[in-house]
């Protein structure tokens, strides 16, 4: 055995534990990070070919791991946007420049232009409502955007889709003048009213009438209520804004045509699809057991609310609801794997795997928790362990250099 050999296993093990006891001190430094994920320094042999008589000694060889796949305990908060993932999946940011990152840091609060920033400065990333539905893009970050909200914006959305649920009287009489003629003479078996609102926010009253035309047979027609006549209803300025004929079964009293309902162009709005599918009529009173109508009067957001599904919902003066992003997940196959950069976020790899973009409660991801942050995974009881096995095997280390050095003195001495 080579006497520089031993000395230099003996710096080898000083290293090695030298590295350890920096993960050691980076854990430490950071047990009271969000969404922290611990490094552990993992030690590998290292082996000199050796002959027969004399062994040569070789060394250790460190590399460094994160336990990035390990759930940190959740901290519950008094804020909306704070953020946590229950269960596998990293929340999408990007830094100034537009590159991506992957996190579980989600102390988000708003910045000065409205977009929802962690406390490194990454923006949190999502798809948007504004043209419909989202869906994720699985194999990229194509389609994400930074959540912006708005606070002093004024929104306001047209209704679209209604229901009316009730009973219309099976005992009522059959009527010849029908209101869809718009006379003034025009009678009605039932009459309720609904509010809508057009493109614009405005207010539309609609006159719903419904009207027995023969046995199981009625009519309803719907007239906008601006044009009704003064004091009165009949005749309106203008024709229904539409009428349909319904049927129902003359055993159980259900809807049997048309399957869904009507169809109402609202003024200076869209169409309105109110659903009439559970509307009956039975031996009872005319009776309105459900009645809804979507869209909403200009109104700025009061609140911000996010469910476990990731979808981030504007709550407007009105106390409307609105959908305004969605917040996506993010995978690799191999977490662990990925590569740990500044600010508390993660960058894919080749060891790591591509990235998989999916929805909270999907196959494969978990869900978003609002008002909770994930604590850091450092145990210190263990830390600390580390440290004093860190600190003897580095002191035994030394040890075996010094005694190597002594023994190196002691051979060159013999020549005096």
Not at 41 to 47: G, Q
Not at 343 to 370: C, D, H, L, P
């Amino acid at each position: 055995m080579s006497l520089y050999g031993m000395m230099r296993t003996g710096v080898s093990g000083m290293n090695g534990q030298a590295n350890r006891l920096s993960t050691v001190a980076d854990n430490i430094a950071n047990s009271s990070t969000n969404g922290y994920k611990r490094a552990k320094t993992e030690f590998s042999t290292l082996v000199v070919p050796s002959t027969s008589g004399s062994y040569n000694s070789g060394g250790v060889t460190t590399s460094v791991r994160n336990s990035i796949s390990t759930q940190g305990v959740l901290q519950y908060t008094t804020s909306v946007t704070d953020l946590a993932v229950e269960g596998d999946g990293f929340f999408v940011v990007q830094d100034s420049g537009g590159q991506p990152y992957l996190t579980r840091a989600g102390s988000f609060v708003l910045d000065g232009e409205g977009r929802l920033v962690n406390a490194a400065g990454f923006q949190l990333m999502g798809y948007s409502y504004a043209n419909g539905e989202p869906a994720p893009t699985a194999n990229g970050y194509a389609g994400l955007e930074p959540i912006t909200i708005a606070q002093a914006e004024l929104v306001a959305s047209p209704s679209r889709n209604g229901i009316f649920a009730g009973n219309l009287p099976l005992d009522a009489d059959i009527v010849a003048d029908l209101p869809s003629g718009n006379a003034a003479t025009a009678q009605y078996s039932a009459k309720t009213s609904l509010v809508a609102y057009g493109n614009r926010g405005e207010e539309v009253l609609l006159d719903v009438y419904f009207t027995k035309t023969a046995d199981d047979t009625w009519e309803v027609a719907v007239f906008d209520r601006a044009d009704a006549a003064p004091n009165t209803s009949f005749p309106y300025a203008s024709a229904p804004l539409a009428t349909q004929t319904l049927t129902f079964d003359a055993t159980t009293g259900k809807l049997t045509g048309p399957a869904t309902g009507i169809t109402i162009p609202v003024p200076d709005g869209d169409n309105l699809e109110l659903d009439l599918s559970t509307l009956t009529q039975l031996d009872s009173d005319f009776a309105v057991a459900d009645a809804k109508v979507d869209g909403t009067p200009p109104s700025g957001i009061e609140s911000v609310e996010i469910g476990t599904d990731g979808i981030v919902y504007a709550q407007y003066a009105d106390g409307s609801f609105r959908p305004l992003y969605r917040i996506p997940l993010a995978t690799v196959p191999s977490p662990d794997q990925l590569q740990v950069v500044s600010g508390n976020v993660f960058a894919e790899g080749a060891e790591s795997g591509a990235v998989r973009i999916g929805f909270a409660g999907e196959a494969g991801f978990g869900k978003v928790v609002s008002g909770a942050l994930e604590n850091s995974n450092v145990d210190i009881a263990q830390e600390l362990t580390d440290m004093i096995e860190s600190q003897r095997s580095y002191t035994a280390n030394s040890k075996v250099f010094q005694t190597g050095s002594d023994l190196m003195e002691l051979l060159v001495n013999l020549k005096r």
